[in-house]
Every structure is written in structure tokens, then in C-alpha cells.
């Protein structure tokens, strides 16, 4: 498993159907130094702690293989811990 090593802030939450009608659940997450944004899919049962808008946030993401592809998939999201140096 994997964790972000560079500021991540939480942007938001998208909910959708699909196209075969299911449901989901998108979380939008935002680098601010690289002026980046990520989607990942939160599964079912992926509990997601209340935030605020632009909170430091730790993404611990799993990568499987598919085909010839890696896959990320969100296994948990916490609040970062922020220190601020005196």
C-alpha cells in the first residue's frame, strides 16, 4: 500500500450511476502544488471521515493489476496531521 508523500487536500465528493444503474461515489482530491486533480472510486463500505473544503488529507491507495494496467483503488482517507514549524 501506498501513501502520498506531498500535500493532498480534499475537494469533494461526486455521487453518479452508471450506465448499468449503480450507483457510486467518486472522491475529488487536489495537489496544490502541482495544481493537480485526482478522482478515486470510494467502495462500498469505504468509510470517508467528515472534512472540510481544502483539509490536508492522507490517501492510502492500493495498486492492482489489471491486463497490462495498475489500478489504483482507495483503501482509506484521515485527516492530516499539520505541524507548523515556530
Known amino acids: 500500500m501506498f501513501e502520498n508523500n506531498t500535500e ?19 472522491l475529488l482530491v487536489g495537489n496544490p502544488e502541482k495544481y493537480e486533480n485526482y478522482e478515486f472510486f470510494i467502495s462500498q463500505g469505504l468509510a470517508i471521515p467528515t472534512l472540510e473544503k481544502n483539509e490536508p ?9 489489471r491486463g497490462y494496467n495498475l489500478v489504483p483503488s482507495l483503501v482509506a482517507v484521515t485527516k492530516a496531521v499539520v505541524v507548523r514549524n515556530k
Not at 487536500?9 to 461515489?25: C, M
Open 8 to 26: 493532498l487536500i480534499y475537494l469533494g465528493t461526486r455521487t453518479g450511476v452508471s450506465k448499468a444503474g449503480e450507483p457510486y461515489n467518486v
Open 57 to 65: 488529507i492522507v490517501c492510502e491507495i492500493e495498486l492492482s493489476k
